[in-house]
Nanobody, 120 residues
Framework: QVQLVESGGGLVQAGGSLRLSCAAS????????MGWYRQAPGKQRELVAT???????NFADSVEGRFTISRDNAKNTVYLQMNSLKPEDTAVYYC??????????????WGQGTQVTVSS
């Protein structure tokens, strides 16, 4: 069984920074793309950033230049460094990973979500 565990959310003032972490564990053979999505109240879940196992990254226009994504393949962990946070960044942030298990099945897994609240 594979699971993703997120940490690092919280309350921060506008202009501040937070770092989210997401660790994958279980019967993992390999991880392809890892990423972060967010969902604000009353809105659909949206892409924030993704990173491939070779380090190629992709960002939503709304966070480009403020957020960075990185991963530690040895630890099966992805990070989201969020700087210059704005109130509109307030949302539940979800980790996502495209994982091939040791049984060779391939599944996209989601974390449980972590709340990020940015006060004005």
């Amino acid at each position: 069984q594979v699971q993703l565990v997120e940490s690092g959310g919280g309350l921060v003032q506008a202009g501040g920074s937070l770092r989210l972490s997401c660790a994958a564990s279980g019967a993992i053979f390999s991880i392809n793309v890892m990423g972060w999505y967010r969902q604000a109240p009353g809105k659909q879940r949206e892409l924030v950033a993704t990173i491939t196992n070779s380090g190629s990254t992709n960002f939503a226009d709304s966070v480009e230049g403020r957020f960075t994504i990185s991963r530690d393949n040895a630890k099966n962990t992805v990070y989201l460094q969020m700087n210059s946070l704005k109130p509109e960044d307030t949302a539940v942030y979800y980790c996502n990973a495209d994982i091939r298990s040791r049984s060779w099945s391939r599944t996209v897994y989601w974390g449980q979500g972590t709340q990020v609240t940015v006060s004005s």
